[in-house]
């Protein structure tokens, strides 16, 4: 196992450079991971401490800073102690310079001005947690994105990512015992679409959250007939009203949000 030591250094929340870093990762086995992050560099003495820990802690630096003394002093320490240093949006910012023919503005997070788009996201964030588990169904005709599916096929946290992506989403739980109520199957506004997975990575899923309770992971709720039966049950209705479908089994939550995305985007560009 290699020890990697990850300085993140960013003048606003470091958001950006926390994903792009997850993204490089992701490409890699076998590594452990000390991350030191950084964000809202701005002074001096903040400066000051992060050098420290770079030279206490050599690894790579990755940085998005605008203020140029800041990434001179920055960038002169990491040469002097041989360091590797990534300024991760130089390239596409010059770029965009070269053809837009604009010189780039120093502006550290401008990205997060408090503009419609996010008042719009904080709308779908609120909109989906006040509509998670099939609860508010009276207002799921608002909804950008309807997600249904059994128990434990990571509708929750789907819908909350497509919310900080600015889409309202609504839940609903597909239980045979208890049907959803009749006006899901004549929404017209929100895109409805159903998730499905795998019924042994389901009993796993469901084993491990029984555990995690304390309860007993022998239960109807993780027999293999009866879960056979749900997910069967669950595919008849996506089948039925033609509802587009994601399978969860080997996706993260990232890549289903971004194949809905994609599915929202085509249904919205052919009404």
Request: net charge neutral; glycine share 4%.
């Amino acid at each position: 196992m290699t020890t990697l030591h990850l300085h993140l250094l960013s003048d606003s929340t470091g958001e950006t450079l926390e994903n792009i870093a997850k993204a490089a990762l992701a490409q890699f086995d076998g590594v452990q991971t000390v991350r030191h992050f950084w964000p809202m560099v701005r002074s001096e003495t903040h400066m000051d401490r992060v050098i420290t820990d770079i030279a206490q802690n050599p690894g790579l630096v990755v940085y998005t800073l605008v203020n140029a003394d800041h990434r001179a002093r920055l960038e002169t320490h990491c040469r002097a102690l041989n360091l590797p240093m990534v300024a991760a949006l130089d390239p596409i910012t010059t770029a965009l310079s070269n053809l837009l023919g604009q010189k780039a503005k120093a502006r550290p997070g401008s990205q997060h001005i408090l503009d419609d788009a996010y008042f719009a996201r904080v709308d779908a964030i609120h909109f989906t947690i006040a509509h998670d588990d099939g609860l508010g169904a009276d207002d799921w005709e608002q909804a950008d994105i309807v997600l249904a599916g059994v128990s434990r096929t990571s509708k929750t946290p789907t819908s909350i990512y497509l919310a900080n992506r600015g889409y309202k989403t609504a839940n609903i739980p597909i239980v045979p015992e208890s049907p959803p109520p009749a006006h899901l199957y004549h929404l017209k506004a929100p895109l409805v679409v159903g998730l499905i997975t795998n019924a042994d990575r389901l009993i796993q899923i469901r084993r491990n959250r029984l555990l995690s309770l304390n309860q007993s992971p022998e239960t109807a709720y993780v027999d293999h007939a009866v879960v056979a039966k749900e997910l069967a049950f669950a595919r008849r209705i996506f089948a039925d009203n033609n509802w587009p479908v994601i399978d969860m089994t080997r996706r993260s939550i990232e890549e289903a949000a971004a194949a809905i995305v994609t599915l929202h985007k085509e249904r919205s560009s052919a009404l």
